[in-house]
């Protein structure tokens, strides 16, 4: 199994972090979040944070997490709540269910129990791991509800959602996944909702930041 041994918090809306693209081990982090969301009460506003963690065996996983009591007290409080949530059916009618059997099949292989020995913290490949999550992620220290897609999302059977390259506004959040209200007149396909809206759910980690001036 796989232990997390340091998290990468490319932002937050709380300021018990130190800053943009702040590097720290994953109890740091997790003790950091864990107050974080203990002083926003659960009728109150929450703090949205970005964080990529990285693990022993040199994968990794990007997620936005909520930080509120009541909502989302860490990186291991969102797996948790991923898990159960996929696994009492909430993803059943979706059309990429298989992705999400296979995201939840990463995030059960998470030992969170068995702390990084000392050696698994100083050989884990910092500079290399980090130069690659910031190019892929494509950080952009911004409005961060404004968002624009890094990746094609498709349906099961390889049909076009929403191209690499959209813009749009989140208006939603639900678990790794975020609804957003996608700009009009763009020269991509975004495939439009029932209602005839350009609103779709689609994976955070498939967007980034948009700073509004991408030339």
Known sequence: MRKPTHALVHWSESTRFPGENALMTFATFEETAARAAWANPPRGCYDKTQVTILFSDGSSYGCRIDLKQGDERGFRDHVEQFIRGHEGGCHDNWPNRE???EL????????????????????????TKLQFVLAQAQIMPIDYNRIIMIRDFRHADGRPWVDKGAIGTIRARNGSYVGVLFDEGQDVHIERDGSGR????????????YRGDQS
């Not at 939840?104 to 500079?127: G, R, S, V, Y």
């Open 99 to 101: 992705a999400f059997n």
């Open 104 to 127: 939840c099949t990463f995030l059960k292989d998470i030992d969170f129990e068995t702390p990084p020995t000392d050696e698994e913290l100083a050989n884990q490949p910092h500079p």
């Open 198 to 209: 350009l609103i779709q759910e689609v994976p955070f980690v498939d967007t980034a930041v």
